[in-house]
């Protein structure tokens, strides 16, 4: 096999990002470089549908010039604070709220999601999570994943996967072996799940076993390591006795397995070159490797890959395996149609339908809807999660709804003359529930709208009404605002 067949080989296992909503130069250069066919887009990747679609066309054109085959390309279209195309593209809600509307939903929300997608040019969806958020404290899944329950959110797994084979797109459940029961931030360190086997299999499995019953394309593999089955704490990326072992030979899984990003602090420690990172990942069992902001570890990755095939740690045959998936998945997505001719409005309605299924009044109901003169306010809890991209706004959107129905903006601490409040959280600090605990002293009329994870309201639950949105876009605010305010 000449050299050019191996680089070509070694490109369809990378998968890299790009600085901009154009084909930048160095970009090009380095997919052309090293024969590069797989390019994941952030947030600042796609400014609007057409941008997105301009750019997914000239990068399709481009791999077919310099690589002979289509391009696999991929965005993480989770739904909630997890969402790349925004301005253009139906805002999709939490799966945490997705959940709690059932699985019909999460189908019909999923195909949506792959429709307009594959329509920007994006045939690979990272999604759905199927990590079951069982650790309240979880800092980065939270209300990413349906649910605490395996069963249930097992259920919503085989419905998403069924949402976006509908629609014609490539999907991908993450973050295996399950990302629920940690306490850290992959995207910073390595968590650790240290549940025994027995646990693992009944709380984290059960929805990867489900995706891959629904015939789902392609498995992530996390940066979390599982000591019960691999004592050397390595990340389930860098480790065959999960990647291989577990994903491969006990779930059965035969399709492409690839990794969250390879410059995310739960793996960039663990070798100081970033080539044998990338060639530990392989060696592993995983298939594309995810190198998608810098451009010299993407080089550090081809050189050490090419290195460990010339030295025979890689076979070719192995390569050939992995590039053989790649191409397998990429062949199932639905070619793109021509930009537009989305009904957007239907998509709005269907979403608006499984909001309002799924937002719930948990405690309280009694003390709804609120009465007389309604002071509201809003506690944010901060910055976001390394999985979240940052949002500037120029006014809180709950306040602005609520205030838009007649209640009177108070801030945090501020005295008003008010008969009731009405008080928006994201994710609560203690010192925050112990504000709150206060405020629902001083009044009968209450009601707390939680807008992210509900868990740390669990104390509150007696004293106060408490609707759980679990999501903070508008359709959300709306459908717990109605809840509160007793309409429809």
């Known amino acids: 096999m000449i050299e050019r067949d191996v680089r070509w080989l070694v490109g ?15 970009s090009s250069a380095l997919i052309a470089r090293h024969l590069i066919n797989n390019v994941i887009l952030f947030r600042h990747n796609a400014p609007d549908p057409v941008s997105t679609r301009r750019l997914t066309d000239e990068l399709q054109s481009f791999a ?28 999709l809600p939490s799966a945490m709220l997705m959940g709690r509307a059932g699985p019909g939903h999460v189908r019909a929300v999923a195909e949506i999601a792959g429709r307009e997608l594959l329509a920007s040019g994006v045939n690979m969806v990272l999604a759905p999570v199927a990590d079951v958020n069982n650790n309240p404290l979880n800092p980065v899944i939270g209300v990413r994943s349906f649910g605490e329950d395996p069963v249930a ?23 295996f ?17 240290a549940a025994p086997t027995t646990v693992i299999e009944r709380r984290e499995l059960p ?51 690839c990794t969250d990003s390879m410059e995310m602090g739960g793996v960039v420690h663990h070798h100081p070159d970033f080539g044998e990172v990338a060639v530990r990942a392989f060696e592993a069992g995983n298939d594309l490797i995810a190198v998608p902001h810098s451009v010299a570890r993407c080089e550090a990755a081809v050189t050490g890959i090419l290195e460990a095939v010339a030295a025979g740690r890689i076979t070719l045959d192995r390569l050939r395996l992995s590039a053989t998936r790649v191409a397998a998945a990429r062949d199932r997505a639905r070619v793109p149609k021509e930009a537009g001719g989305l009904d957007l409005a239907h998509h709005a309605e269907t979403v608006e339908r499984a909001v309002r299924a799924g937002v719930r009044v948990t405690s309280r109901p009694d003390l709804l809807p609120l009465r007389g003169r309604i002071g509201v306010t809003s506690y944010d809890s901060g910055g976001a999660t390394g999985a979240e991209e940052a949002r500037q706004r120029d006014d ?20 008003l003359a008010v008969d009731s409040l009405l008080i928006g959280v994201h994710r609560p600090s203690p010192g925050q529930i112990t504000l709150l605990e206060g405020l629902a002293r001083e009044r009968a009329g209450m009601a707390v709208v939680c807008l992210r994870e509900p ?12 609707v ?3 999501d903070d876009g508008p359709f959300a605010i709306e459908a717990a605002l109605d809840r509160v305010l007793g309409v429809g």
Not at 78 to 83: K, L, S, T
Not at 403 to 412: E, F, K, N, V
């Open 12 to 26: 369809q296992c990378l998968m890299i990002g790009l600085p901009g909503p154009e084909l930048d130069y160095e």
């Open 64 to 91: 077919k010039v310099e690589t002979g085959v289509p391009m696999l390309i991929a965005a993480d279209q989770e739904g909630g604070r997890v969402q790349r195309l925004v301005n253009g593209a139906t805002r």
């Open 153 to 175: 959110v097992a259920a919503c797994v085989t419905a998403a996967v069924e949402g976006y084979h509908s629609a014609g797109i490539v999907c991908c459940a993450k973050h």
């Open 177 to 193: 072996p399950g990302h629920g029961d940690t306490e850290a931030d992959s995207h910073l360190l390595m968590p650790t799940v």
């Open 207 to 257: 929805p990867f076993e489900a995706a891959i019953a629904a015939g789902v394309d392609a498995v992530m593999t996390g940066h979390l390591s599982m000591p019960a089955i691999d004592d050397s704490r390595r990340p389930a990326t860098l480790s065959t006795p999960l990647t291989t072992g577990l994903l491969r030979r006990r779930l059965g899984f035969e399709g492409l397995v």
């Open 396 to 415: 809180d959107p709950f306040v602005a709804a609520a205030a838009r129905r007649g209640a009177i903006s108070r801030r945090p601490g501020e005295t």
């Open 455 to 466: 868990y740390a309201l669990a104390g509150l639950r007696d004293k106060v009404a408490v």
């Open 468 to 470: 759980e949105a679990c």
